[in-house]
């Protein structure tokens, strides 16, 4: 009952996000036909606006958006003339989707095994190695670590290539450029979490029970030391799945982050509006399945609607 | 508590995990698509925003547009002159203002049917059409009744001056003779565009497959932001002469990364400015194949006239006079780029700009003190605002200290984003601002009629009734001394009379290719390279 309440409120709270993303993209200055080279005839200027409703009063635009959206229509791109929004996302997507996903996959792969041994390994050399190692992917940016790859494995050594999509190699480097922020971050939440449950009061019970060492970590303790990770996972996943600027443009992948950032530069208003509700939906829906999915690991977690 | 002796570690479970879901991403790796190389890859600068040739501005857009779509005239490889392209000729009458244009009678859609003077009348009309809102229908405007047929002051099509007179016969009156007429059939406003496609699918036609193409290569398929990919038109009149079969061109976001893919043997040209990293530029010039030539652009400063300080023509001047553009082109550009006086760009046929203001420090002195600022003195706070940008902001900085030290005068460096820096350019709400102008056609008119007074991109608020009158003069007269004298006349005024801007230096072109491996890619003035006459040759162990 408690979800399907969080559900069904998805639709107006999606309202809201397009109202304000609407209303807060006219608000930057200049427009999406501000070019270097103007048209030899103002008149051809305002035919432009008129072709595509700029003319209009503001919320006669956005009632007309609201319409093209309830049939499923995102608008046209003022900038990508000959595409709509529907085109863009739709080539986008996937792209960003497979790469986000791909990096997901690296930064849990990674930080949870890292974060859970530093924990458990307390007072070895490895506490030390892997807290250093969690702390450097936290510090240094995409903007560094993607470069030093390019040079060390594609320049250099010629493992990989330098960069484009397609190709099965193509998806190392910015799967490894994406993720290395996030797997430092989730090893931190993941070392956190298990140092505090190590010493909470149902594994004292759990050993003075008897049970072996292993189960005891692995069934009863990382568990619940994984929650931090879990809820940290929904807005990360969404963040992940669509695009990334730095690591698109390094690597020249077609994936969101180009046209999120394109779009709001050039000001591709109907753009920015359809990728921020696709941003946003994600967000939504990615935060419900964390609640989810905390019900499942953690038995004391109960919703009441 | 019992210590935590390593209870985990006999085994690598984490190795384990962590490779299984290397593994995963291996999957999802595999399930992307497999891209076959082309016969030839070029980096074509940003993305293009349409290729439709009725809509679009940019220089990489128009590049791949006249592969697919060609109009009466083409662009010859070597020069970038107009040469024959869907006309196989032409005659012009004795007062230049009519052109009658004959059809190839060979000439078809890459889908088989012939192209036809019907054709041609349909693509001008629709680029004039205002529904179309083309922004370069301007280029038509030569055309009698052509403005007044895009502004709605005429409401009928026929009336504008372009005619058939036969299945494969084409008529054109102009308002003036118009000398680079022939140049700009060749530009993309003037395309020949499938008129039944269009009417078919209206704004997504370019989507139509198969897309029936007028030029040397069709289009199959375009990915936003990763490439476009065209496949020889064995229909072209002229295909025995296209070299390659099938071509990608690709958009980058990263000048490291074009580098990066040019040099790893990935692509095979790149050749766009903006995708040449500036700050490797020196060390790219020792390179054989890196190609530097002269370019149809110009950079300079706009001073806005109607605000003081700068509504002084001495101040302009005073500015003009001590800005050493030498120590601008070699230490901030240093591409090689030209520091010049005036605003053409030298190499336009038949022209010849005047010099405008040299470097005189002491003159400049006494016109600010003359002005009512001697050393700078109760000079107001002016700015110099410039679109954000490393080389623009250098630039910024040097001018800024040479206005500080000749004159004793402070400008504030304002660096603004894109559209902004625009809009504040074009609403007169700046007070010295970074320009720049690149030519559609090689004549001084794609420089010059900016500034008349009712020119939407004159930007300076500036206005003389001198100026425009040497300009119509120009472009009535059909005789090539005269008119270049006029053009010099107008020029005159602008770089050394009135001086509503303040020239700095004219832009060169920049292209990475091997001239061993590439052959038919010819470096020229206005930076337009046919696709159809470059060939990339085999050579033994170069992938």
């Known amino acids: ?305 | 508590m019992r210590p935590l002796n390593s209870p985990l570690g006999k085994k690598p479970r984490g190795l384990f995990y962590f490779l299984s879901l290397f593994l995963i991403s291996g999957i999802l790796a595999g399930c992307s698509r497999k891209i076959d190389r082309a016969d030839l890859i070029i980096i074509n600068g940003k993305e293009v925003e349409s290729l439709d040739p009725a809509i679009i501005t940019g220089q990489p857009d128009t590049r791949i547009a006249l592969t697919l779509f060609e109009g009466l005239t083409r662009f010859n490889e070597v020069h970038a002159q107009a040469e024959p392209g869907l006309a196989e000729r032409w005659d012009i009458s004795s007062d230049r203002r009519i052109y009658t244009f004959h059809l190839r009678t060979n000439g078809v859609w890459s889908t088989g049917e012939p192209i036809v003077a019907e054709d041609v009348l349909y693509s001008w009309l629709r680029v004039l059409n205002p529904m179309t809102a083309a922004d370069y229908a301007g280029n038509l405007y030569y055309i009698k009744n052509a403005e007044e047929y895009n502004t709605g002051k005429l409401t009928n099509a026929a009336d504008v001056a372009v005619h058939a007179l036969d299945r494969y016969t084409v008529q054109v009156e102009l308002v003036n003779p118009t000398p680079f007429f022939l140049e700009l059939c060749a530009f993309q406003t003037h395309a020949v565009m499938p008129r039944w496609t269009i009417e078919k699918y209206g704004d997504r036609w370019i989507h139509a497959r198969p897309l029936p193409s007028s030029g040397a290569y069709q289009l199959i398929d375009w990915r936003l932001e990763d490439r476009v990919s065209i496949r020889k038109n064995p229909n072209y009149w002229d295909a025995a002469n296209v070299q390659m079969n099938r071509v990608d061109l690709m958009p980058a976001n990263s000048p490291a990364t074009a580098l990066n893919l040019y040099l790893t043997k990935q692509v095979d040209i790149v050749w766009d400015k903006d995708v040449i990293p500036a700050e490797l530029v020196d060390l790219l010039k020792k390179r054989r194949d890196f190609h530097v030539f002269d370019y149809l652009g110009s950079y300079f400063v706009r001073c806005n006239v109607t605000r003081k300080p700068f509504d002084d023509v001495r101040v302009r001047k005073a500015f003009a006079l001590v800005i050493d553009k030498k120590r601008i082109t070699e230490r901030v550009t240093r591409g090689g780029e030209r520091p010049v006086s005036f605003l053409v760009p030298p190499g336009i046929g038949n022209y010849k700009s005047p010099e405008g203001l040299g470097f005189s420090p002491e003159e400049a002195r006494r016109l600010l003190s003359e002005a009512g600022y001697p050393g700078g003195k109760g000079f107001p706070r002016v700015s110099y605002h410039f679109n954000t940008s490393r080389s623009h902001e250098m630039i910024g900085i040097e001018l800024q200290e040479m206005w500080r030290r000749e004159l004793g005068v402070e400008v504030e460096l304002r660096s603004m984003e894109w559209k902004t820096y625009l809009r504040a350019q074009s609403e007169l709400d700046f007070d010295l601002s970074r320009s720049s102008w690149v030519g559609d056609y090689n004549d001084p008119n794609t420089f010059l009629d900016m500034f008349m007074s009712a020119n939407p991109n004159n930007r300076t608020g500036w206005k003389n009734p001198q100026f425009d009158e040497w300009m119509r003069k120009a472009n009535a007269t059909d005789e090539p001394v005269q008119r270049a004298k006029y053009l010099s006349e107008a020029e005159t005024l602008i770089v050394r009379t009135d001086l509503p801007i303040l020239p700095l230096y004219i832009y060169v072109g920049f292209n990475l290719f091997d001239p061993d491996e590439i052959t038919g890619l010819h470096n020229n003035i206005r930076d337009e390279h046919p696709i159809r006459t470059i060939k990339k040759r085999k050579r033994e162990g170069v992938r």
């Open chain 1, 1 to 305: 009952m408690y979800f399907l309440k969080r559900l069904m409120a998805l639709p107006p709270l999606l309202l809201l996000i397009s109202l304000l993303a609407f209303l807060l993209v006219r608000i930057a200055p200049g427009g999406p036909f501000d070019k270097e080279r103007k048209p030899a005839s103002p008149e051809i200027e305002r035919r432009l606006l008129e072709r595509y409703h700029l003319n209009e009063p503001l919320w006669k635009q956005y009632m007309l958006y609201l319409k093209g959206l309830s049939r499923g229509d995102f608008g046209p791109s003022l900038k990508q003339r000959n595409h709509s929004v529907n085109d863009i996302i739709g080539q986008a997507l996937p792209v960003s989707a497979a790469l986000g996903i791909s990096a997901f996959l690296f930064a849990l792969g990674v930080g949870i095994p890292l974060g859970f041994y530093t924990a458990v390994w307390k007072g070895r050399w490895f506490e030390l190695a892997g807290n250093s190692m969690a702390l450097l992917f936290v510090c240094v940016p995409a903007l560094v670590v993607g470069p030093l790859l390019v040079i060390v494995f594609a320049v250099q050594w010629k493992l990989f290539p330098v960069a484009l999509w397609g190709d099965p190699l193509q998806f190392i480097l910015p799967t490894v450029t994406l993720g290395i922020y996030f797997s430092g971050k989730v090893a931190r939440l993941m070392s956190e979490g298990m140092v505090k449950t190590m010493h909470a009061p149902y594994l004292v019970t759990a050993r003075a029970k008897g049970l072996s060492e292993t189960r005891i970590l692995w069934k009863h303790g990382f568990r619940i030391a994984v929650l931090p990770v879990v809820s940290y996972s929904g807005p990360l996943l969404a963040d992940l799945l669509t695009g990334s600027f730095v690591v698109e443009s390094l690597f020249q992948i077609p994936g969101m982050g180009v046209f999120v950032i394109n779009s709001a530069l050039n000001r591709d208003y109907l753009l920015i509006v359809g990728l921020v509700l696709i941003y946003a939906f994600l967000l939504l829906v990615l935060n419900l399945l964390v609640d989810v999915a905390y019900t499942w690991l953690d038995p004391r977690v109960r919703y009441k609607s």
